[in-house]
């Protein structure tokens, strides 16, 4: 709300982030390599195999998970009165102005 063109801007870098992985696999293991202390040659078979998916997006169904969530801390005593509004949490205009196809359900 604060700052909506930092918001927009830092998915921007998410989503060209996401893109050079998927482009530039070998390249991705050099430079998580480093930061991992891992070989580079292991990186790229290390994310296939991990199934990691840095696809950015925002789907109603996240809703559905906070919810349970909550309802789960509720029943643990872990929240004491109202519980927040999670939609808050989920506006979904900033991506909507970069990729509609990357909301759905809201």
Same mark, same amino acid.
């Given at each position: 709300e %604060?700052? =909506?063109? !930092? *918001?927009? !801007?830092?998915l #921007?870098a +998410?989503i060209?982030?996401?893109e050079?992985? %998927?482009k530039? @696999?070998e390249?991705t293991?050099?430079?998580?390599g %480093?930061? +991992?202390?891992? =070989?580079a040659a292991? *990186? =790229?078979? +290390?994310?296939k #195999? !991990?199934?990691?998916? $840095? &696809?950015?997006?925002?789907?109603?169904?996240? %809703?559905d998970?906070?919810?349970e969530?909550i309802?789960?801390? /509720?029943e643990?005593?872990?929240l004491?009165?109202?519980a @927040?509004?999670?939609m #808050?949490a $989920? &506006? =979904?205009?900033p +991506?909507?102005?970069?990729? @509609?196809? #990357?909301v /759905? !359900? $809201?």
């Open positions: %604060k700052n =909506p063109q !930092g *918001v927009i !801007g830092t #921007r +998410l060209e982030a996401n050079f992985m %998927k530039n @696999p390249q293991g050099v430079i998580a %480093k930061k +991992l202390n891992l =070989p292991q *990186v =790229p078979e +290390l994310l #195999r !991990g199934g990691w998916d $840095f &696809d950015i997006y925002l789907d109603a169904s996240l %809703k998970v906070f919810a969530v309802v789960w801390m /509720k643990s005593n872990r004491v009165g109202a @927040p509004n999670i #808050r $989920f &506006d =979904p205009a +991506l909507r102005s970069i990729d @509609p196809a #990357r /759905k !359900g $809201f």
